[in-house]
């Protein structure tokens, strides 16, 4: 079975600074990998995904993630954060063979002036 | 637009009383799935649907109860057997029930003891 994990509980970045989000996924073959953000007592919405090809990929709201297959992670990165990207953000992970997603635990974004 | 719409958006609940949350999609997604999300915990699943009139036990099924009668609907009954029922509850679908498949959410049913 497959497995995610997100070591960062809290982040507080600077508005204008870099962000980067980590995720560590555990499963045997290529993993299908998803982005998701929450707003407080919201639903959670789609930031990008990856299934294959290009390692590097583009999402919605300046967001990007970056496969790396050797260190089994999926970071989410944005070169300059806005006070309106503060949200919780969650990883997932599908496989081939399974109907379900698993998601990460969470990372709760906070962005001080 | 498409989108799933779940209602309530607050619930509360008396001692022994069963409730149901409603998930609603008009996406034509063939796979419905109910979560539980407590702070700190992430997304637990309930249960979920690959199908019209078939439903799986996700990883938290014991309390709840679940139907698919028609493909855009997926009610959730929390049972009186759920002895803790207060968290945030989010209902999803995607195209097919398949790992390569991002899900859509709702807005989520939060639900309180009264």
């Known amino acids: 079975a497959q497995s995610v994990t997100q070591p960062d509980i809290h982040i507080t970045v600077s508005e204008g600074a870099s962000l980067e989000l980590r995720c560590n996924y555990s499963?045997?073959?290529?993993?299908?990998l998803f982005w998701y953000v929450q707003s407080p007592g919201q639903g959670l919405q789609l930031l990008l995904k990856?299934?294959?090809?290009?390692?590097l990929v583009q999402g919605i709201k300046g967001f990007e993630a970056e496969f790396k297959r050797s260190q089994s992670s999926f970071n989410l990165r944005k070169p300059s954060v806005h006070w309106s990207d503060a949200a919780e953000y969650f990883c997932a992970v599908g496989a081939e063979g399974y109907s379900t997603l698993t998601f990460g635990k969470g990372t709760m974004l906070l962005v001080s002036p | 637009d498409g989108g799933i719409t779940q209602s309530p958006k607050y619930l509360f609940r008396k001692e022994g009383q069963n409730v149901t949350l409603s998930c609603e999609q008009n996406?034509?997604?063939?796979?419905m799935y109910w979560y539980r999300q407590d702070p700190g915990q992430g997304l637990r699943l309930i249960y979920y649907s690959q199908i019209v009139n078939d439903f799986q036990k996700g990883d938290i099924a014991e309390g709840y109860s679940v139907s698919r009668e028609k493909k855009e609907s997926f009610p959730l009954t929390v049972t009186s057997a759920q002895k803790n029922p207060t968290a945030f509850y989010l209902c999803?679908?995607?195209?097919?029930?398949?790992?390569?498949?991002?899900?859509?959410f709702g807005d989520g049913t939060r639900l309180s003891i009264l």
């Open positions: 999803a679908s995607s195209r097919r029930p398949e790992g390569n498949q991002p899900q859509h």
């Open positions: 996406l034509n997604h063939d796979a």
């Open positions: 990856y299934f294959s090809g290009d390692t």
């Open positions: 499963y045997g073959a290529t993993p299908y």
